[in-house]
């Protein structure tokens, strides 16, 4: 028995150096602080943050910096070839002797322009307190509603709120809390907050490239977009890349009478119907030969794309059409694919302004969703090569009234804008252990695990060239109108989020 | 000897009485009167008649009741259910005994809108007399030179100068002539001049139908349009009709991002451009069964057609393409056959305003040049039972939410515009052969038969109202800028006009 107990007492002693301070109930911590930390929020989102204009982002980076100095981080403005991006770090008391040692945050504090008229309120730059009204309408409540408690449904609306200044709070709340509640963090922390995500992030490769140092790491994590539909929990390893292409088809050098010319003279919108029709088949699957080549979906993941708790129902409904193009056996393993997507297509007029012509051109906007297994340079140029194999002579111009007499069947292909990349981290690396373990503290479940969303990421770039394992953590509502007019966050979700950031720098080395 | 003699007399005395007055030598008599129309021609061009104002169309019903009277014709402005239609006849003082006895002629007087600052001249309502300059540009010339002579390419300049105002003035000239050489017409002449040709005579055929006695006449001819491109003497026997369809195929409800939704929501452009291609083959033959039925052009015809002196290499050219489609062997057998035609063809948007989308529909604009052998609501009727065969649901209105999701394929038909008919006469019956004898009084050559021209004219439902032999004698240059700015006439083809009809007026029965 008194060996027993001495046992106890050793595993006792061991766990609790271990863990140098008791398990912190996050939960508690957060009902207990929160509200104090609406006043700091509102004093953020007050301060418009479009990159397109100039002004307005100096008076972000100096609000930032007053908040993470209060709070024993050190900042830097680091220049760009555009706007300043804002940086903070702070060492831990006591270092952590696991293989994460170094945490990297992503965020961006600058939000989409506004169209104040699109608004229901008086300023989209004046954060609003709303709830839900029986008629199902956003109602507008008083912020000092605040003070007394929250529902996890109310929301708050201004721009900028979800995408991405929320995260940013949920992070200087997290750490006050902590400051107040004396927990520390074992890592060191680095905090890189964009100023020209919204516009594409075009300088930010540079600037990593340029502080690599400075933004060396073990662990990149990227705390931007919403979580699954469902609201769940949610993790994403990876997102789809983008190229773009155009093809243009040609008819008589300009329009002509289609009574007087129809029959004789070809048709360019016919010519475009019967290229793009040649490239995929009726379930939307692309027929190109090679198109799809190198990608292999293993039974473990195969099983984690089939467990996101995504309703086909509710997507049919919701966009409105009976079945589904079937790439993959489910949504998620459709993204798993490239897509060959006509975004644009336009021949000449339709309607009233339609006239009763041959027209003289076709143009086809087409978008590639990639993945890391389809290098753009190669599906371009199966592309390519399958339109040259119907007769067509590709040219990367208009072609001269010579090639047009010359050649039968003439394509332009171009490239319209510039790519964006895609990445993805493998499941089950130790970053994801660890992360996935921290989930579960704030949530006490598994995240639903995202292998690769469809859509694109401009900071891409910025994650290959820091060459470091990057996880998104979604905190907000997805239906958050991001982009759009109305946007805000849910309380649920603020709330949830400080929780979150709280188990993340506190959560412990896993094995 | 005598007897022989005898005979040639008795032979000369038949063939005095045959032809009661000595054959008028037609080229004489226009040149020596000709200068003498200028200043009639000049007032009648000051007038405007835009169909679309209202008030624009009395003073010309005024001036051209005051000249057809003047040259002993009775004449009416008759009543239909939009601008009056002018008219008028004169009896023969001899009628012939022949088979043909009253000729019903069709012209009009209305012109096209005019946009005065594209003309190259004060005002498109005075006319202005210009030759081509060293530089190949039109120059302005003296009007008073056209009082010492003419060159036949100067041109004069106007609205309405040869669509359709200077048919009806050579036919003035004509008749004037033919007053002061004291020529009779053996026939009884009916002319009817529309008021409304240019905003597609919506009121003509019910016209016809309540003035159909008043308009009987064994042989109608439309002195309307332009001669062949090689400015030869030209007959026409009938035109293409058409008919307009417009095809919608649907993706997503509202458009959906082409990250998330690539390669799941169905892509309407790429339903649009797999139906559309499989309409037609890759010489834009008609691959729908049934489409071509009941066409058939015999040897004799296939030699007229072959006989037109187009030159492929000069549509070619100006056209610029390198081959055009395979319809018919060449480009006047082309147009004996319905086209099928994408007009226009639209989904989303291109160049800086497209987006990365899954677009919601694609509309196609399809226009589908009629001859007499296809019945359109045949042709309408063999489209839809080709797109039904591709597994679609045909709707005449956009789906209901409730059909987008039982339907995986659905396409909206609709008709956007009026049809309008084709129509055709016969080469060789009796009418032909007689105008033809004019044409190589006239020319002395054979005219250029056009079996069917490939556009639409709005008479055609006149035409079939009045049934009776048509046939088009068009008189003016094929490049006078008809509907366009600064629209012309070539003085040779104003004199030959009036040549032409002297002679059409004066021809004898033939055998």
């Known amino acids: 028995m008194k060996k027993l107990l001495l046992s106890l007492c050793i595993f006792s002693l061991i766990s609790l150096f271990a863990s140098a301070q008791p398990k912190p109930n996050l939960e508690s911590i957060v009902q207990k602080h929160v509200k104090n930390y609406y006043a700091d929020l509102y004093d953020f989102m007050v301060l418009p943050s479009n990159a397109h204009i100039k002004e307005q982002i100096q008076p ?68 609003v307190l709303k709830k839900r009204g029986a008629n199902g309408q956003w109602e507008k409540i008083d912020w000092n509603n605040l003070q007394t408690g929250y529902d996890p449904e109310w929301r708050i609306f201004a721009r900028a709120v979800s995408d991405d200044k929320g995260p940013i709070l949920m992070l200087l709340a997290a750490l006050d809390m902590m400051q107040k509640e004396s927990i520390n963090s074992p890592y060191h922390i680095k905090v890189i907050l964009d100023s020209e995500e919204e516009i594409g992030a075009p300088h930010l490769a540079e600037a990593v490239k340029k502080y690599k140092e400075k933004l060396a790491a073990d662990f990149l994590m990227v705390m931007d ?12 390893y990876g997102c789809r890349g983008i190229a ?46 090679g198109y799809y080549d190198g990608i292999s979906i293993d039974a473990d993941a195969r099983k984690i794309l089939a467990a996101v708790p995504d309703s086909p129902e509710n997507i049919r409904q919701k966009l409105g059409f009976a079945a589904p193009d079937k790439v993959g056996a489910n949504y998620q393993e459709a993204l798993q694919y490239p897509s060959l997507n006509i975004r644009g297509l336009v021949c ?64 332009t292909l171009t490239e319209r804008e510039s790519r964006m990349l895609p990445f993805r981290t493998d499941f089950g690396i130790y970053p994801d252990r660890w992360l996935t373990a921290a989930m579960m503290r704030t949530f006490g479940k598994e995240p639903i695990k995202i292998r690769m969303t469809g859509g694109s990421v401009p900071i891409v770039p910025f994650l290959r060239e820091l060459n470091l394992p990057a996880i998104h953590v979604p905190m907000v509502n997805m239906d958050n109108n991001q982009h759009a007019a109305n946007e805000n966050l849910r309380l649920g979700n603020y709330v949830e989020g400080i929780k979150t950031w709280m188990a993340i720098l506190t959560q412990e080395q896993v094995k």
Chains 1, 2 share one sequence.
């Not at 908040?67 to 830097?76: C, D, I, M, Q, V």
């Not at 977009?225 to 994403?236: V, Y």
């Not at 040609?250 to 490239?279: C, F």
């Open 60 to 127: 972000n980076l100096d609000w930032l910096k007053k908040a993470f100095e209060k709070r024993g981080f050190s900042t830097e403005a680091l220049p760009t070839g555009g706007h300043p991006v804002f940086f903070a770090e702070k060492k831990p008391a006591t270092p952590t002797s696991g293989p994460l040692k170094t945490l990297l945050f992503y965020m961006h504090f600058d939000g989409q322009p506004v169209e104040p008229e699109k608004w229901q309120q008086e300023s989209p730059y004046k954060p």
């Open 348 to 411: 000449a007029n339709i309607g009233e302004k339609a006239n009763t012509i041959v027209p003289e051109e076709a143009i086809a906007e087409i978008d590639l969703r990639l993945v890391p297994e389809t290098d753009p340079d190669r599906l371009v140029s199966l592309i390519k090569k399958h339109i040259e194999g119907k007769g067509y002579v590709i040219l990367n111009r208009k072609p001269t009234d010579e090639e047009r007499l010359k050649y039968p069947k003439i394509v």
């Open 244 to 289: 773009t292409i155009t093809l243009t088809t040609y008819g008589p050098k300009t329009p002509q009478h289609s009574g007087h010319y129809g029959n004789y003279a070809p048709n360019p919108a016919l010519r475009m119907a019967q290229l793009l029709a040649s490239m995929k088949d009726e379930d939307g699957r692309v027929t190109i030969p």
């Open 225 to 236: 977009g919403g979580r699954h539909l469902s609201n769940e929990p949610t993790l994403t």
